[in-house]
């Protein structure tokens, strides 16, 4: 039994359903990635009654608002955990059951599922990802300390999300879609962030657990070097990871315009690499509610002990609240 009651609350195209949903809906499991996926989520029903089978059946596009309320001691707290667009609906039997699911990104607007053909020369990633956004309907949230300059990005025959996620990675920037914005953002500035909170060993109530430590395609420095024939000039840079003091070197041979440039892309590419290097699995009874980019202090694991990012939430809530959290230790530095 929970030490503390949690109630789902579903809006359902902006109208409370939570009650006529209550004696039904068997469980509530969402997913909830720090990028390059959308959010997901699935309400599974008992449907011996057979309303999901006529007038209760969603129609898809309709959209779900999500929290949960906390009661402790007669009071109430309020955890929003998305919105959300119904993508599927399967119903089977016996026992008479349906699954509704649904996605962050919404169908209608045109971000995913359907090709574009479109070019921009000399902009910025902001001004690119603003033009989606208009075209979409949907709202930027540019955070980054940098805004890298693109000479040239064409879109030919992919979907807007496609390719937004392509000038993402080639920029070093994270992409999510989550309650209608469209966020681009650094990873780096979320892993310099104060743990939230801590898993121990010894207290917190682990179903189960996994690290992994890497040590392939793991790099002390890299070195990008970029020779313009035309001008006969040559630009080049090194980023090394402060934390090493031995490894291999990573050769990066890209177009840049400068030494700044080349030095923001020596740091990226080997954060590319290196941030997979400790990767946790941790599965969890639990009655907190998890975020993916919350930091976290892993205790008494011995040397898998740090400061941990949380990169991917999976949660289900039914009798019993269970996470299952993805993680990768914090770089330091970079």
């Not at 990104?105 to 603003?130: F, M, Q, Y």
Request: glycine fraction near 6%; aromatic fraction near 8%; charge should be negative.
């Amino acid at each position: 039994m929970l030490p503390l009651k949690i109630t789902p609350k579903i809006i359902y195209n902006k109208k409370d359903i939570s009650k006529d949903l209550a004696s039904f809906l068997t469980n509530v499991s969402y997913t909830d990635p720090l990028s390059n996926k959308a959010d997901d989520l699935t309400l599974d029903v008992e449907n011996s009654l057979k309303l999901w089978n006529g007038d209760w059946l969603p129609e898809k596009g309709d959209s779900l608002q999500v929290s949960f309320i906390y009661t402790i001691n007669g009071k109430d707290t309020e955890i929003p955990i998305g919105t959300y667009e119904v993508d599927e609906i399967e119903v089977s039997g016996p026992p008479s059951t349906a699954s509704i699911k649904a996605v962050s990104i919404p169908n209608n607007s045109n971000l995913r599922g359907v090709a574009k053909n479109k070019a921009w020369e000399k902009v910025t990633l902001s001004r690119i990802a603003t033009d989606v956004a208009n075209e979409t309907g949907m709202k930027l949230v540019y955070s980054a300390d940098i805004d890298p300059s693109i000479e040239r990005a064409e879109i030919t025959e992919e979907s807007y999300l496609e390719f937004l996620q392509k000038q993402c990675d080639d920029n070093g920037m994270a992409l999510k879609i989550s309650d209608g914005n469209i966020a681009i953002f650094e990873e780096y500035k979320y892993e310099q962030e104060e743990p939230v909170g801590e898993i121990d060993l010894n207290i917190t109530r682990i179903i189960n657990y996994r690290f992994t430590s890497k040590l392939r395609d793991v790099y002390k420095s890299c070195h990008v070097k970029y020779t313009d024939t035309g001008k006969g000039t040559t630009i080049e840079a090194t980023f090394t990871d402060p934390n090493k003091t031995v490894g291999q070197t990573l050769e990066i041979n890209k177009q840049v315009t400068s030494y700044a440039e080349a030095e923001r892309l020596a740091r990226q590419e080997l954060r590319n690499k290196n941030k997979e290097e400790i990767t946790a699995e941790i599965n969890l009874d639990t009655t907190t509610f998890y975020y993916a980019g919350q930091v976290l202090t892993l205790k008494n694991f011995k040397k898998f002990d740090g400061k941990y990012i949380i990169t991917n939430v999976d949660c289900s809530v039914g009798s019993e609240v269970t996470a299952r959290l993805s993680l990768r230790r914090c770089l330091n530095g970079y």
